[in-house]
């Protein structure tokens, strides 16, 4: 199974290659080529029986743990947002409430729908809610000058959200009783909750700092990073060690880390040092975000050959991007907060993937088994797929648009339009932030209507 494995693969990523001029044309993300030949993939293996599952997966959970770590510390990397309430206002409404007004649907809609009982509902709807940092790169931000609100606004949505659905995946598991709560709740709280939300978001702040302070320090002599692919390499498992020592979220700290690293080389002195080293570790960031998109999007392909959609399931997945994710967003970015046409953006744009396989795995791996085990793993699964398939073939020619007509849009920016500031300040995700009085600001974008 290996060799087939290796040589599978291999011929998969070097056909990609030298196919991807052609791929580009095609209105469809490169992930839903990957599930495509992941799928058909699968008819090649045999299909693994339950001991190869039971000692696979432990290893599955830290591969899919670590392919979600390095695209968050990717994301962080890339949003230049103040450490402002306002600032992240938008993102924090959606990973916070608006998640749990999604899991709250979800769970709803597996129990009426797929018969699951409330706890294991509970369950499903926690692993889906997270929206995913590693697919969601076409609807991202993808330069540091990049001040849309939309992309802005998904960008750390999925940096947030894949850790704060954690502690609700521990309470559905303690609800189906492979968790200790403890008494009324108490350790749920004080360590599934706090602990690992809060103190992984101050464990990755204070890494990241520390560790930007250095650099800066570094720089300041006339000293320079030559080697920023093993700076990247090093934060990334460093951060992830110190999570685990600290039994903290290693989504939350990575995330984190990943956002204040850089703070520290805004100074005006080592400006100019520190942007180059930023542009220098965001393209090799892209390209292991590549790398690891493949990856886990090929490892769905194969697992969907396994455990195929049935119609319930398919259905579970379409109401979860048309009802589900839509409703999740109105109910928190109120109609004042952005234009009419970036919040239906943002209500579309709800991918899942890679961080709902990694709850998938952890869930698992901790004793969901049987009948339970199978039908959670088809409809994550399904929904994944679902969400590849309808994102993928949607993203491009729909932020097409939506450029072109902020672009062609000639009245004056409505409240809740993301100002641009002048640089080199970072920009705010929140829908509003006035420029610094000490430069004018330059021309805005109008909204699109």
């Keep these: 199974m290996l060799t087939t ?48 599952m039971d000692d696979v997966m432990p290893r599955l959970v830290f591969v899919t743990e670590a392919v979600v770590l390095i695209s968050l510390f990717a994301v962080g990397l890339r949003l230049k947002v103040p450490a402002t309430l306002r600032a992240w206002r938008p993102a924090l409404l959606m990973a916070a409430p608006g998640m749990l007004v999604a899991i709250g649907l979800a769970a709803l809609l597996a129990h009426l729908l797929l018969g699951f009982d409330w706890a294991a509902a509970l369950l499903l709807g926690a692993i889906l809610a997270p929206t995913d940092p590693v697919l969601a790169s076409e609807v991202q931000i993808r330069a540091d000058g990049d001040r849309d609100a939309v992309r802005l606004n998904l960008t750390a949505e999925g940096g947030l959200n894949d850790g704060t659905a954690m502690p609700v995946v521990m309470l559905a598991l303690g609800l189906l009783g492979l968790h200790d709560l403890g008494v009324y709740g108490a350790r749920w709280w004080s360590i599934d909750l706090l602990r690992s939300v809060g103190g992984g978001a101050l464990l990755g702040a204070l890494t990241g700092l520390l560790i930007g302070r250095a650099l800066a320090w570094r720089f300041a002599r006339g000293d320079k990073v030559a080697r920023d692919e093993l700076l990247y390499l090093g934060v990334v498992t460093l951060t992830f060690g110190l999570a685990r020592l600290t039994h903290t979220s290693t989504f939350v700290s990575m995330f984190a880390v990943g956002v204040t690293l850089l703070w520290p080389l805004r100074h005006e002195s080592v400006l100019a040092t520190g942007q180059v ?136 920016p409505r409240r809740g339009v993301l100002q641009p500031a002048a640089a080199p300040p970072p920009v705010s995700v929140a829908s509003t ?15 699109a209507d």
């Design 5 to 52: 494995t290796l040589l599978v693969v291999g011929m998969v990523l070097i056909a990609l290659t030298l196919a991807d001029k052609e791929v580009r044309r095609l209105p469809l993300s490169p992930a839903l080529v990957y599930l495509v030949l992941g799928w058909a993939t699968g008819a090649l293996f045999e299909q693994p029986d339950r001991a190869t």
């Design 277 to 412: 080293l930023s542009e220098r570790m965001h393209s090799f960031g892209a390209r292991i975000e590549r790398l690891v998109e493949a990856a886990g999007v090929l490892a769905v392909g194969v697992s969907l050959y396994y455990l195929p959609p049935t119609w319930s399931t398919f259905g579970f997945g379409i109401l979860l991007v048309l009802m589900v994710r839509p409703l999740s967003v109105f109910a928190v970015i109120w109609p004042g907060a952005m234009t009419r046409h970036q919040r239906r953006l943002l209500a579309w744009f709800g991918i899942r993937g890679i961080g709902s396989l990694y709850y998938l795995a952890y869930a698992l791996e901790h004793g969901v088994n049987g009948v339970l085990g199978t039908q959670l793993a088809s409809t994550v699964l399904t929904a994944i797929a679902v969400s590849i398939l309808l994102h993928g073939v949607s993203a491009t020619p729909v932020m097409a648009s939506y450029q072109l007509r902020r672009l062609s849009s000639g009245r004056r």
């Design 433 to 447: 932030v006035p420029s610094p009085p000490s430069s004018p600001p330059p021309p805005t974008l109008p909204p």
